[in-house]
């Protein structure tokens, strides 16, 4: 059974400064996900990381993906107020379709 | 267009009230998803369909009842429900998972419920 483990589950930062999210799962996952939700809203994809050794960037925001040490990690560089939210990973198992298993996401909160 | 519409967005039902939640998307996926989410908790996966057969049922209660009409429309089915159901049901959509790549899934806007 596949569980993922995100840590931290709060991260209070100031603007400007850079911060590591991590993703640890616990056994072979086929693919894995980060998403982004804002209060009372929807989930919003960030990142699907496919391979071991994927990275991908959009402006302040990097996920990584090693699949030998199971963990993904979300990079925030130059944190500003409107990254503030909850931000959850997921891991995904194949069967006839897609289930993800989700951390318990980590509430991230930018002050000036 | 990379949109999952649902409606309600809201909903009030009393525990003997019968109502149905709808999602729709016009991507072409062949995967649709409900999930619920309950307040400061990773949403939770409830069913899963997959061209139009329910593929996955996570042991949920016989209250919340699915269905999938055909390939854009999924449907849930909620009676005598409990204040505990109060959540945001989520759906989701993905392409048909034959095609390499093809698994993000798109999330609607979400029916927040309340079960008095």
């Known amino acids: 059974e596949l569980k993922v483990e995100q840590n931290p589950l709060f991260l209070s930062m100031q603007e400007g400064k850079n911060y590591t999210i991590y993703c640890n799962y616990s056994t072979t996952s086929d693919r894995l996900y980060w998403y982004r939700q804002d209060p009372g809203k929807s989930l919003e994809s960030l990142f699907v990381l496919l391979s071991n050794g994927a990275v991908k960037q959009e402006g302040r925001l990097m996920a990584s993906l090693d699949t030998k040490a199971r963990l993904s990690t979300l990079h925030i560089t130059a944190a500003v107020h409107d990254l503030s939210a909850t931000y959850f990973c997921?891991?995904?198992?194949?069967?006839?379709?897609?289930?993800?298993?989700f951390g318990k996401g980590t509430k991230l909160t930018v002050n000036p | 267009d990379t949109e999952v519409t649902q409606t309600p967005k809201h909903l009030v039902m009393g525990m003997t009230n019968k109502k149905s939640l709808k999602c729709e998307q016009h991507?072409?996926?062949?995967?649709m998803y409900w999930y619920k989410q309950k307040a400061k908790k990773p949403p939770e996966l409830m069913f899963v369909?997959?061209?139009?057969?329910?593929?996955i049922n996570e042991s949920v209660p016989s209250r919340f009842s699915p269905e999938c009409p055909n390939s854009s429309l999924l449907n849930l089915h909620l009676h005598a429900l409990q204040p505990e159901d109060s959540a945001l049901y989520l759906c989701?959509?993905?392409?048909?998972?034959?095609?390499?790549?093809?698994?993000?899934?798109?999330f609607g806007p979400g029916t927040r419920l309340t079960v008095t």
């Open positions: 997921a891991g995904g198992i194949q069967g006839g379709s897609e289930k993800l298993v």
């Open positions: 991507m072409g996926h062949r995967a």
């Open positions: 989701a959509s993905s392409q048909d998972l034959r095609v390499a790549g093809a698994y993000e899934q798109y």
């Open positions: 369909y997959s061209y139009e057969k329910l593929s």
